[in-house]
Every structure is written in structure tokens, then in C-alpha cells.
């Protein structure tokens, strides 16, 4: 068996994955889709206070995280999720890393509106193994 570092979406099954999001129409098309994918969704939650909850309390392997929830932004606490070792894909309106802190702009993140095939891509880099058999 050789192993490649292609990502798969089937590295994603069985996948805890925290679903942040505030807008309803695009948190049920991110929970189908990663359903699809084989994940687990948590939520989708839309609160900052309910989201730091989850994830003191639950076991996660990755979060899809809109950086701006109800006008507050996520990266304050962004900390939280990087001390957990929980991966983490940042999503956005905007394309333009500039407009995040300096300390997180080297974090994956797919602009809206989503290419499902990119999202699965990003996701499987960030949350799966990122090994599959060739």
C-alpha cells in the first residue's frame, strides 16, 4: 500500500465537526454538505457564548467557523480553539486575509459564497488524516 498526501473527503468520516454559523440558509447547506461528507455536525450555533460552551464541553475535531457572528467576530476566541489543538477553517464574505488579526491569517478559510468541492478539499486538509491509500 502506498500512502499520498492527497486529501480525500473520505478522510472527514466519523469527523466531530463544529458547525459556526449565523445565517440559516448557509448553516443548513454547510450541515448538508458535511453530512454528505460523512461528518458528525455540531450545531450549527451562532452565539459566541454557546460555541465557547460547546467546545469545553464537547470533543471536537474540527470547526468551520463564519469570523463574523451577529456582528461579533470570532477571533476573540479563536485562542480557545488553537489551545485545544482544534483544527480550524475560517469562513468568509471576504477573500482578503488583510482584513484579519496578522496572528491568524496563515488559517485555512474558504470565502462564501462556498464551492462545496473546495470546501471538502479545505476541510479534508485541515481535519482529516490527509492520508488515503493510492
Known sequence: M???V?????TLANRRILVAEDEGLIALDLEATLIGFGCEVIGPLSEIDEILNTIRSRPLDGALLDVNLRGRQIFEILPEFLIRKIPVVLTSGYDDATLFPQVFRALPRISKPFDHAMLGRVCAIAMGSGLVSA
Open 2 to 4: 502506498i500512502l499520498s
Open 6 to 10: 492527497i486529501p480525500s473527503i473520505h
